[in-house]
Antibody, heavy 123, light 108 residues
Framework: QVQLVQSGAEVKKPGASVKVSCKAS????????MHWVRQAPGQGLEWMGW????????NYAQKFQGRVTMTRDTSISTAYMELSRLRSDDTAVYYC????????????????WGQGTLVTVSS | EIVMTQSPATLSVSPGERATLSCRAS??????LAWYQQKPGQAPRLLIY???TRATGIPARFSGSGSGTEFTLTISSLQSEDFAVYYC??????????FGGGTKVEIK
């Protein structure tokens, strides 16, 4: 069965960086785009961007361009999202979410989600 | 950026009753709309894509309709496990993807 297992909670100081991992199993990792979505406490969902695990190509939401980097390691079926220059309003649960389309086609909606990783930014 | 507006923010419904949730797009998204359910402390779960196609394993009491700018998610007879927050998401304007603010369905 498809599973996305994310790394554990993080506490960071303002200005620092955080790197969240998402290990995929139960399917061909390179066959599906991986997206990252975040959710601030008590708030809605915000899409951050995607990575094509096959090519390594990425696309980031304009809001995060220059601060976010999405990478992957196909040898261990793991995607990563790194966010730099953290601010207090980056405190959120960060989710990885698999695209429902099969590479090279992406559908841009999400059929499987990781369990979420809480990132807290506080001095 | 396409803005997605959901209404109402909170919907109070008794078990067994019908719930109707709305989602409006600031410009046409054709039928490129998905609905998700999120329970407290859990990740979202895909319910509907293509505005009206149920995802794998989703009960038939969930149905989606609409196209263009107006969409509806209907839960025909609310079960206890259906009380949750529901989000719509447009994917017509890719690679820019946007969600609505959510509708909380609570027990009346």
């Amino acid at each position: 069965q498809v599973q996305l297992v994310q790394s554990g909670a993080e506490v960071k100081k303002p200005g620092a960086s955080v790197k969240v991992s998402c290990k995929a199993s139960g399917y061909t990792f390179t066959g599906y785009y991986m997206h990252w979505v975040r959710q601030a406490p008590g708030q809605g969902l915000e899409w951050m961007g995607w990575i094509n695990p096959n090519s390594g190509g990425t696309n980031y939401a304009q809001k995060f361009q220059g601060r976010v980097t999405m990478t992957r390691d196909t040898s261990i079926s793991t995607a990563y999202m790194e966010l730099s220059r953290l601010r207090s309003d980056d405190t959120a649960v960060y989710y990885c979410a698999r695209d429902d389309g099969y590479n090279p086609w992406a559908y841009y909606y999400f059929d499987y989600w990781g369990q979420g990783t809480l990132v807290t930014v506080s001095s | 950026e396409i803005v997605m507006t959901q209404s109402p923010a909170t919907l109070s419904v008794s078990p067994g009753e019908r719930a109707t949730l709305s989602c409006r797009a600031s410009q046409s998204v054709s039928s490129n709309l998905a609905w998700y359910q999120q329970k407290p402390g859990q990740a979202p779960r895909l319910l509907i894509y293509g505005a009206s196609t149920r995802a794998t394993g989703i009960p038939a009491r969930f149905s989606g309709s609409g196209s263009g700018t107006e969409f509806t998610l209907t839960i025909s007879s609310l079960q206890s496990e259906d009380f949750a927050v529901y989000y719509c998401q447009q994917y017509n304007n890719w690679p820019s993807l946007t969600f609505g603010g959510g509708t909380k369905v609570e027990i009346k």
